[in-house]
């Protein structure tokens, strides 16, 4: 899409104020031709005299040479106005240029007395933790991430869309573990609403257009997942479930983020639900739930409720 440096500047009535004005951005402008032709040279054109910038963009193709571009145009330029929160707001974007691999928000409900789920048969109707309102924020939260993962056994027993159709946005990139190909094609995940990538040790040639089947040893399955979206420039994933799928995030330490809800509601028995090693770093409360925010080592530090 357009960069924000350029919806900046087209929002200026008077072009004659920008020969005097100063532009603060959070991350530097790029200076490469990729989907757009590189903002620096527009900040050059424009006749803009001073640039503030939060943070260096980590991607290769620009790392310092937007603010090398800038200078020998003899553009002033300061680094370093509010670093953390330009680092949070992009922490995307950080995440997979710095560790080569998506940013990774665990997501969850979990019963008062911290179940995850019911013993249930297959379709069985779920008892429902949270209420509209949390199940309206979920879908929020699913148009900001380019990818939604679940395991075998949720797409089974709950049929899942994984879409955002109760909030306006784009649907994420479905991606579904199967290593046995034990999922029928009749079940949502394979309609057209959104793409879906199947990992799988079974893999063939779809059929279907929108689907495509990943082939993976699951010797260590966060690892090859991750792997994958990198290679496909997945630059966010949300993990929605099962316990088992979560869980094995957490024991990998491959988790960034963490949003879980502490409904109102006893299970008394159950699935447990999984276990994070650190304490949450906010707290909501909803009408009938708490949500719980927790951030990994890299971002607690930092972490703006603002930019959530």
Not at 121 to 134: K, L, V
Not at 229 to 244: D, T
Request: glycine residues 4%; aromatic residues 10%.
């Amino acid at each position: 899409g357009v960069h924000a440096e350029v919806q900046a500047v087209n929002h200026v009535k008077d072009e004659t104020l920008l020969k005097s004005s100063t532009l603060l951005v959070n991350l530097e402008p790029c200076s490469h031709y990729g989907k757009t032709p590189p903002c620096s040279r527009m900040i050059i054109d424009k006749q803009i005299k001073k640039v503030i910038i939060g943070e260096i963009d980590p991607f290769p193709k620009v790392a310092g040479k937007g603010v090398k571009m800038l200078q020998k145009a003899n553009v002033e330029v300061s680094f370093g106005l509010r670093r953390a929160e330009s680092r949070f707001i992009n922490r995307r974007f950080f995440t997979f240029h710095e560790k080569k691999r998506p940013y990774i928000i665990l997501k969850w409900a979990e019963s008062f007395d911290g179940y995850i789920d019911e013993i249930r048969r297959a379709n069985e109707p779920p008892q429902w933790i949270t209420d509209t309102y949390a199940r309206i924020l979920v879908h929020k939260w699913r148009t900001q991430e380019q990818a939604i993962l679940v395991g075998t056994n949720t797409v089974l027993m709950d049929n899942p869309q994984l879409t955002a159709r109760y909030y306006y946005g784009k649907n994420p990139i479905r991606l579904i573990l199967d290593r046995n190909r034990r999922l029928p094609a009749h079940l949502h995940i394979f309609d057209p609403q959104a793409p879906t990538v199947v990992f799988t040790r079974k893999p063939e040639e779809s059929k279907l257009q929108h689907v495509t089947y990943v082939d993976i040893p699951f010797h260590d399955m966060p690892v090859e997942i991750l792997d994958y979206c990198y290679q496909a420039q997945i630059q966010s994933v949300i993990i929605e479930g099962g316990s088992q799928v979560l869980s094995a995030f957490i024991e990998h330490n491959l988790w960034d983020e963490a949003r879980i809800f502490i409904g109102d509601v006893v299970f008394e028995n159950g699935i447990r639900a999984p276990r994070l090693p650190t304490n949450p770093t906010f707290t909501s409360r909803l009408s009938n739930a708490t949500l719980l925010y927790y951030f990994n080592d890299d971002w607690a530090s930092i972490a703006n409720i603002d930019y959530l």
